[in-house]
Each structure stands twice: as structure tokens, then as C-alpha cells.
């Protein structure tokens, strides 16, 4: 494992920005939870960590590489989404 960095990334689709400068920092060990209302943008930025869409602006970073150009597969990540199921009683 190692740290994960966010420093200022931005996503913008044409001229909308939709994530405005977000700042975050994992170390080792840590553990992080995203919540928020649907379209608020967390699959987005996962997105855009494993490398599946496109960083606009700021820096990616796993340990002290920065992953911004680096293909999905060369990331050694990946993340699936959580559902929930309801079981009838």
C-alpha cells in the first residue's frame, strides 16, 4: 500500500466545472468513505483516481509518483461500486 494524494484536481465537462479544486491526502492505513448525494460527483473522482476519465487540472499522486498520464492497468488500483440489496421479511 501507499499514500494517496489529491492536490487541486478539477473535472470540467466543456465549460462546466464540476469538481472545483479538491484537496485530499490517505496515508498508509488510512480508510476513506465518500458520501453524498447521487451526482454530486464521487463517482467521478473515483473515476478519475483509477484513471478511467480524465484529470482536467491538478495532480494525482500514489506515494511520490504522480499518476495523472498513467494508463488504468499501470495504476494497481481499482474500486467497484457498493449496492444495496433489499431483502424482503
Do not use: Y
Amino acid at each position: 500500500m501507499a499514500s494517496l494524494t489529491l492536490n487541486n484536481v478539477k473535472k470540467r465537462f466543456g465549460h462546466i466545472e464540476v469538481l472545483k479544486g479538491i484537496d485530499i491526502a490517505i496515508d498508509d492505513g488510512d480508510f476513506l468513505v465518500l458520501v453524498g448525494p447521487s451526482g454530486c460527483g464521487k463517482s467521478t473522482l473515483l473515476n478519475m483516481i483509477a484513471g478511467l476519465d480524465s484529470i482536467s487540472d491538478g495532480q494525482v499522486s500514489i506515494g511520490d509518483v504522480v499518476i495523472n498520464d498513467l494508463h488504468p492497468a499501470d495504476r494497481d488500483i481499482a474500486w467497484c461500486f457498493s449496492h444495496t440489496r433489499c431483502i424482503p421479511t
